[in-house]
């Protein structure tokens, strides 16, 4: 019995158990690819950035995370980096505004995965008893064990063919979705570790009295306009007309 066999016999859940295959497969290519990209590349950004920032070099470290801006881990480290005169504690906010956004980010695709979950064995279930009913409604008392019973034995046979087809979109999807969740778990611990890392040195930079980290691309202080600087001079009032002068008669 080849595929396309098993696919007639199963019943008309099996259009149903098809879309939701091909929807999983689709969420957990477009995970891997994702998850691929994300695990190849963040340990080398995250180990510049904290390395630069070690050597005091916040301009390099603020520019490294500007190039990894594509990842999640770059736009994570970037977000507190890019602000001018920053306090700690909006230091720390920027920190937790841009991981709350990256980690929701991480979980694009759960949901269809955890939707194909749910669904596929009940749909597969909702195919058997469609077969059962099928082929329980031609059986006659009469006819217990003859040709009739026979029918339904096979009838109820390719009724759990089904079940099967949705046992088995649903593991699938459970196994990827395991895997993703691994994942996503992985890179909490790594955006508090190197957060927690960031944080620290700033707050001992300040403490020994060097200021704030400044733009990127610039030395703090420099490209920055002071309010004084800003203020115009009030012109110098011209002094009125001397109304006593006398006026020349030729």
Do not use: C, H
Not at 105 to 113: A, C, E, H, N
Not at 144 to 150: D, F, H, V, W
């Amino acid at each position: 019995m080849n595929v396309a066999e098993l696919f007639q016999k199963g019943g008309p859940t099996m259009v149903p158990l098809l879309l939701l295959s091909i929807l999983a497969l689709t969420a957990i290519f477009e995970r891997s690819w994702f998850w691929f990209g994300v695990l190849t590349k963040e340990r080398e950004t995250v180990n510049r950035v904290l390395d630069s920032a070690r050597r005091n070099d916040w301009v390099t470290a603020a520019e490294v995370a500007r190039t990894a801006y594509d990842q999640p881990i770059g736009r994570f480290l970037y977000s507190p980096l890019q602000l001018n005169e920053t306090d700690p504690e909006l230091f720390r906010l920027a920190l937790e505004t841009s991981a709350d956004e990256e980690l929701a980010g991480m979980r694009r695709g759960d949901k269809v995965l955890e939707a194909v979950i749910a669904l596929a064995p009940l749909l597969g279930l909702l195919g058997t008893v469609i077969g059962l009913i099928i082929s329980l409604r031609n059986i006659r008392i009469g006819d217990i064990g003859g040709e009739s019973t026979a029918g339904v034995t096979t009838g109820i046979g390719e009724a759990l063919i089904s079940t099967a087809a949705g046992l088995v979109v649903a593991i699938f999807a459970l196994v990827f979705y395991r895997l993703f969740q691994s994942f996503l778990f992985n890179q909490v611990k790594i955006f508090r570790k190197a957060g927690n890392e960031l944080e620290l040195m700033y707050r001992q930079r300040l403490a020994r009295g060097e200021g704030s980290i400044g733009p990127v691309g610039e030395k703090p202080g420099e490209g920055l306009v002071s309010q004084e600087s800003l203020v115009v001079p009030a012109p110098t009032p011209e002094p009125p007309p001397d109304s006593t002068a006398k006026v020349d008669p030729s």
